[in-house]
């Protein structure tokens, strides 16, 4: 009986082990498929990710040479008779340009007899040419700054009429992108050329665009698409030609291949992953899995089951987490590349002073805001994308990029809002929308034609001159036609507006996160506290924008005490200015000195000397021009173009109907001495002299003109 129960007591026991050992094969080789599969999701997610990525970069950078191209053939349009002017721009154009490029501008052979039968321009961007200014080399080079050179290359020997790019822009009405070929007299290295075609009056094409983009600059996207260490990375033209090439795989070996088209020109990317670099660690944890079943499956059945519910879920986790955070980066980075960074933001401009700013509530969000000057007309245009996170932010960029594509042909508010409209109705298939305000002010005037697409009226800020003592603010919003949002009907017809900004005047532009701003009890900010805080004096006797943005996120920053930030928060303050000061003969009028400098938005480093130096001279006009009587004086400041193109010129003029007096021929004092022995006076003249470049007096119809003039490095 005994040995009966033995027996069977070593059967189940065989049995048990039997079937523990199936079960954790079973268990074994489940875990390794799924993640087997796991793995392979995680790539193909991994590589469609950084395709996107490298194909809106792509994009990016085609787009930029398409609309270089089209503006050089306008341009050369422009001046289709006159082929000294195509120097110039092209010069301009590819200045334009971020990268290392080239861009010329053919004719048809013998269009200009004089010029000879080949003529064609080209100007190149070069990573450093020594010197500045313009100079002519020997060999006819032309260099502008520091880094452009321009020539003439047509010749018999570089016919560029058997040239694909030139034949095919003779015959296409749009821009026309080429098979890669090397350029030995343009770009000195292997290319891809976007072309245009140039008419004249009659609409006859007469010439040819190029815009040459560097394959070097296509094998630098390798940080986005070589995923893996040892995986490769291909480019190919919509012939098939190879752009950047493929390794030589090894047959017999298995690879996974990921591709992706560049609708702008038709390319294809893909990424090349061998399996045995996919899966490598997963073989390596096959075999480890195999010797610890030997050593104990009743003990590793337990573990292993419950190790593969744990890698299951820390790779689902992981690869969710990915996913996510490269979705977010390229939204965030997207938007960081949209929006002005720079302020202040016209170097070369004194009429306008502009400051914006985007606090989101999450890593990206769906506001926006964008300003640009063209043709002395200032684009600018606030928004609020429906709903939050990549979506929006995706719509946002969208929107960014018609509003620079549209109004760089378009100059009407109404036409400008309606073309984006269908654009955004038409790719609306997540059917979101936004509100937009939308502006074009005319620089020379201070007009603005505006339209208004379901947004936020903005606050008008005049600053009205009562007297030379004190002046009224009014405060009040914008009166704006109640248009549809953007995004829901293609066909509404929008309607525009027009106001006036007098000088010193601002325009206060926002979206719903600040008025729906909420504390820790759910009261929102409000349009009443906006108003109040815009009528505030520490803001409403600011005349900088900055000054007025900052000011106001300070204070909902106040009222929200530390909550969380329901809503994106954009602000956008513009001020057409005049840069003059007039001031009385009153020593208690140089702070409002300072002040109007401030205004200025000046470089911050020669803020404060040039705040002295103008000190010195207004003090000086008061103390001499009007001795013991009351008088004006008015300080104006203008901006010229340097000798080097580098720079700008800062000019300063200070004018006064006083008695003659040149402080430009007192003696100045001797610092060599001490303060005893040194007679008083003439330190103030020698400081101006010190920190301007340039310091001198005229007298022209009974007036006193002291002129100050600082050089500046852009």
Same mark, same amino acid.
Request: some cysteine; proline content about 4%; charged content about 25%.
């Given at each position: ?54 194909? +809106? ?36 154009? #590819? ?148 752009? #950047? ?41 096959? +075999? ?5 079943? =030997? ?33 977010? /980066? ?11 960074? =720079? ?118 800020? $005049? /600053?009205?001159?009562? &007297?030379?003592? $004190? ?6 919003? !914008? ?20 106001? $006036? ?63 969380? /930030? ?26 409002? +000195? ?6 200025? &938005? ?30 004006? !004086? ?7 173009? &340097? ?6 010129? +800062? ?38 002299? /010190?920190?301007?470049?340039? =310091? ?19």
């Amino acid at each position: 009986m005994k040995r009966s129960k033995d027996r069977i007591m070593k059967k189940n026991r065989i049995w048990i082990l039997l079937i523990a050992g199936l079960i954790l094969e079973g268990t074994a080789c489940v875990q390794y498929f799924t993640s087997h599969a796991a793995i392979k999701k995680e790539a193909v997610a991994r590589a469609q990710s950084e395709l996107r990525r490298a194909e +809106l970069e792509i994009e990016n950078h085609t787009i930029e040479m398409e609309t270089a191209a089209k503006a050089l053939s306008l341009i050369a349009e422009h001046y289709v008779d006159q082929p000294d002017s195509i120097y110039s721009a092209t010069r301009l154009a #590819v200045s334009a340009i971020r990268s290392e490029t080239s861009v010329a501008v053919a004719y048809i052979p013998d269009y200009f007899p004089e010029k000879g039968r080949y003529f064609e321009i080209c100007s190149s961007k070069m990573k450093r040419v020594t010197g500045a200014g313009l100079e002519v080399r020997g060999d006819g080079l032309q260099v502008t700054g520091d880094s452009i050179y321009t020539r003439q290359i047509g010749s018999a020997e570089h016919d560029y009429t058997e040239m694909e790019w030139f034949r095919m822009g003779l015959e296409r009405d749009s821009c026309w992108w080429s098979e890669p070929y090397l350029d030995d007299s343009g770009s000195k290295t292997y290319v891809v050329s976007c072309s245009h075609p140039v008419k004249n009056g009659k609409g006859e094409v007469v010439a040819v665009v190029c815009v040459d983009l560097s394959l070097d600059y296509l094998e630098s996207l390798s940080e986005y698409l070589q995923i893996y260490p040892n995986s490769y990375y291909t480019i190919r033209s919509h012939q098939g030609v190879e752009i #950047v090439p493929v390794p030589d795989t090894t047959a017999g070996k298995r690879y996974y291949i990921f591709d992706e088209e560049i609708d702008a020109t038709g390319w294809h990317m893909e990424i090349i992953i061998p399996d045995e670099v996919l899966f490598a660690e997963l073989r390596k944890t096959g +075999l480890l899995i195999t010797l610890l079943m =030997v050593i104990g499956l009743l003990v590793l059945a337990f573990m292993l089951t419950h190790a593969a519910n744990t890698t299951k879920e820390l790779i689902l986790s992981t690869e969710k987490n990915r996913r996510m955070e490269g979705e977010l /980066q390229i939204a965030k980075t997207i938007q960081t590349a949209m929006l002005p960074k =720079v302020f202040p933001p016209f170097m070369d401009r004194l009429d306008l002073n502009v400051y914006g700013l985007v606090d989101p509530a999450k890593e990206v969000g769906g506001d926006l805001y964008d300003f640009y000057v063209r043709h002395d007309k200032l684009f600018f245009c606030v928004g609020d994308v429906s709903g939050k996170g990549v979506p929006a932010s995706l719509v946002m960029a969208m929107t960014r990029s018609l509003f620079r594509s549209i109004t760089a042909h378009e100059e009407e508010a109404s036409v400008i809002m309606r073309k984006m409209n269908r654009a955004l109705v038409d790719q609306n298939a997540e059917n979101m929308f936004l509100t937009l305000f939308l502006g074009v002010m005319d620089c020379k005037t201070g007009e603005i034609e505006y339209c208004n697409a379901g947004h936020n009226a903005p606050i008008s800020i $005049q /600053q009205s001159a009562v &007297s030379i003592q $004190q002046s009224a603010v009014s405060i009040q919003p !914008l009166p704006v036609i109640p248009n549809l949002p953007l995004g829901i009907d293609a066909d509404f017809a929008y309607r525009a507006q027009r106001t $006036q900004l007098a000088i010193d005047d601002l325009l206060f532009l926002y979206t719903d996160g600040l008025t729906e701003a909420e504390n820790g009890t759910h009261e929102q900010f409000g349009e009443e506290r906006m108003m109040s805080g815009l009528a505030d004096e520490r803001i409403s006797g600011l005349v900088c924008p900055r000054g007025v943005v900052e000011k106001m996120k300070e204070k909902v920053e106040a009222f929200r005490e530390g909550a969380e /930030q329901s809503d994106d928060l954009t602000m956008l303050c513009i001020r057409y200015q005049r840069p003059a000061l007039l001031m009385r003969n009153d020593i208690q009028q140089i702070p409002t +000195l300072s002040e109007w400098i401030e205004s200025l &938005s000046l470089p911050e480093e020669i803020v404060m000397p040039i705040n002295l130096a103008l000190e010195e001279a207004v003090s000086n006009v008061m103390l001499y021009a009007y001795p013991g009587k009351s008088g004006q !004086l008015f300080v104006e400041c203008n901006k010229a173009v &340097s000798d080097q193109p580098s720079a700008i010129r +800062l000019i300063f003029t200070i004018t006064d109907s006083g008695i003659a007096f040149d402080p430009t021929q007192q003696k100045e004092a001797d610092i060599t001495l001490s303060a005893e022995e040194r007679e008083i006076g003439g330190l103030g003249i020698h400081l101006v002299k /010190q920190i301007m470049d340039e =310091v001198r007096y005229e007298r022209t119809e009974d007036k006193n003109i002291l002129t100050l003039v600082k050089t500046l490095n852009r």
